[in-house]
């Protein structure tokens, strides 16, 4: 059975910075993709960003290109969330899904696996 759990979530300033943790366990984790995703009270849950099997590729959402950074240490089975820059928007509850094609999607669909979440806030 595949487990993630999220952490490294909390309370920032705006213009701060955070690096959320995602811990595999169950299966043979550098075979999946893995993808951060994000959710505000009262809005869908919007992809933030993901990465292939091996690291090779890295894609992100239009809202965070050039302040997050996703990279993964396949002997660790764990997958890093670098958020800089950080803004009163990125306020969400962030998730970690895996996905057994190995590569970096976008749509949320063919994530069959997911953490319970960590909570990201920040303030102005």
């Known amino acids: 059975q595949v487990q993630l759990v999220e952490s490294g979530g909390g309370l920032v300033q705006a213009g701060g910075s955070l690096r959320l943790s995602c811990a595999f366990s169950g299966r043979t984790f550098s075979s999946y993709g893995v993808g951060w995703f994000r959710q505000a009270p009262g809005r869908e849950r919007e992809f933030v960003a993901a990465i292939s099997w091996g690291g090779g590729t890295t894609t992100y959402g239009d809202s965070v290109k050039g302040r997050f950074t996703i990279s993964r240490d396949n002997a660790k089975n764990t997958v890093y969330l670098q958020m800089n820059s950080l803004k009163p928007e990125d306020t969400a509850v962030y998730y970690c899904?895996?996905?057994?094609?190995?590569?970096?999607?976008?749509?949320?669909?063919?994530?069959?696996?997911w953490g319970q979440g960590t909570q990201v806030t920040v303030s102005s």
């Open positions: 899904a895996v996905n057994p094609r190995g590569a970096a999607l976008r749509d949320i669909f063919p994530y069959n696996y």
